[in-house]
């Protein structure tokens, strides 16, 4: 607040102070808002997070990557198929000789082991991916709701500036009639009162676009046209190293863990590539011209004289190791945004404090007096107005810092994965 706004709440605050022992007070200091009055529709944040769970198709879509990769692992455990052969030699019935195998390939080292390993690494990471978008929807529909109940606040607050600019107006009106002021003095009122009605209709411009907004995170699940929560509640957080030490168990971290630890299966896989298998046939051999069969057995042995898989053993080792990398990085970005957002927080909240225990009360004491004064022809109207303007700034104000704290808690859910707001 400038210098000369402060100057005139104390000027206008010792006039109260004197005037107190002439007239009663008119007007009393309220509490910053009053109580949000019902609504016919009225929704929930609990109610929006099941709604938004229930009805996400990206969250849809995240639940048929889990029942992809169990298919995944299903496959990853089964054997290989069999071969049956059969090999005719001299088409002339006498001559015929005619030959039948089965043929059987066997896995050799640790192949379908670490196949199967690296499936459900892939099916634990699609499983986290699963939690992960769970927490980041129900994180966007937190933010997406507070913000949806600061601009329902925003509207209410600007319905009242434009009460309280019509009602300065009214009085300026009936003060010009009367000849006591200079009819300049109601175009001042008026084109305040035009501010002011401009302000309520970006107001309820800025509410449908965040009703929008919700009603797309929550894809149709649910009809309401207002929310039901209070917007003036200060949210609060743990402390930061309680935050701290919730990064491990963050479905981001745990994401991160289970990659790498997808992708070090899938080295060993390539690493047991290297190891041949071999394919074992048994088989029998019909001579038909001198009228006896015999047995066959075989084995095929590939030589890894020219194929030694080395270079997809070196992209995977380099995946992994590039995947360990990704993860201390993230560790290390979710710990500084999370120092970030709590921080935003305290000041927020110091703002909000401030505001709500010095400025408003002091703003809506000045314009009490300038109105008083006004009326007892005491004040110009130009104090009535700046009066007016400090006023609403600081409600505007108040309800900015609430909307930043709001914000760094969202951030905090989102980054965590869970709901840290404190009862």
Do not use: C
């Not at 309820?204 to 209070?230: K, P, V």
């Not at 057995?297 to 080395?310: E, H, M």
């Not at 979710?334 to 957002?341: K, M």
């Amino acid at each position: 607040m400038s210098s000369k706004y402060v100057s005139l709440t104390l000027v206008l605050a010792t006039w109260v102070g004197a005037a107190a022992h002439a007239q009663p007070a008119r007007h009393q200091v309220p509490t910053p808002f009053p109580a949000q009055s019902s609504a016919l529709l009225p929704l929930a944040l609990g109610t929006a997070w099941r709604t938004a769970l229930d009805n996400s198709p990206t969250l849809a879509g995240a639940l048929r990557e889990v029942e992809a990769a169990q298919g995944a692992l299903s496959q990853a455990g089964a054997l290989q198929n069999p071969s049956l052969g059969i090999e005719v030699e001299d088409l002339r019935a006498g001559n015929r000789r005619t030959t039948v195998t089965l043929s059987q390939p066997l896995e050799l080292g640790g192949k379908r082991a670490a196949r199967i390993t690296a499936a459900e690494g892939a099916l634990h990471a699609a499983r986290a991916q699963y939690e992960l978008t769970s927490a980041q929807l129900q994180a966007n529909v937190t933010a997406a709701f507070l913000a949806t109940l600061l601009s329902q606040e925003r509207v209410r607050l600007a319905q009242e500036s434009l009460d309280i600019a019509r009602s300065s107006s009214v009085a300026a009106s009936k003060r010009v009639q009367a000849g006591k002021i200079s009819p300049l003095e109601e175009t001042r009122s008026k084109v305040a009162e035009a501010n002011v009605r401009l302000e309520l209709a970006q107001a309820q411009a800025e509410l449908n676009a965040q009703m929008q907004e919700l009603r797309a995170l929550l894809a149709g699940g649910a009809s309401f046209d207002t929310l039901d929560g209070n917007a003036l509640q200060l949210p609060s957080l743990p402390p930061i190293e309680e935050l701290q030490a919730r990064v491990e168990q963050s479905p981001t971290m745990r994401m991160a863990r289970l990659q790498t630890q997808r992708l070090r299966a899938l080295a060993d896989l390539e690493q047991a590539k290297r190891t041949p298998d071999i394919a074992v046939s048994l088989g029998m051999q019909r001579i038909q011209q001198e009228g006896r069969s015999i047995a066959i057995v075989g084995v095929s042995i590939p030589l890894p004289v020219f194929d030694t898989n080395r270079g997809n053993i070196v992209e995977a080792l380099r995946r992994r190791d590039k995947s360990e990398d990704d993860a201390r990085a993230t560790e290390l970005r979710l710990r500084a945004d999370l120092a970030i957002a709590r921080q935003r927080l305290d000041i927020a909240s110091q703002e909000v404090m401030a505001v709500r225990a010095e400025i408003l009360p002091a703003a809506q004491m000045a314009f009490n007096a300038a109105t008083q004064g006004f009326e007892l022809g005491k004040f110009e109207y130009l104090d009535v107005l700046d009066a007016q303007r400090t006023l609403l700034q600081a409600r505007a104000q108040y309800l900015l810092s609430l909307g930043d704290s709001h914000r760094a808690v969202a951030d905090v859910a989102r980054l965590l994965g869970n709901n840290p707001f404190q009862p």
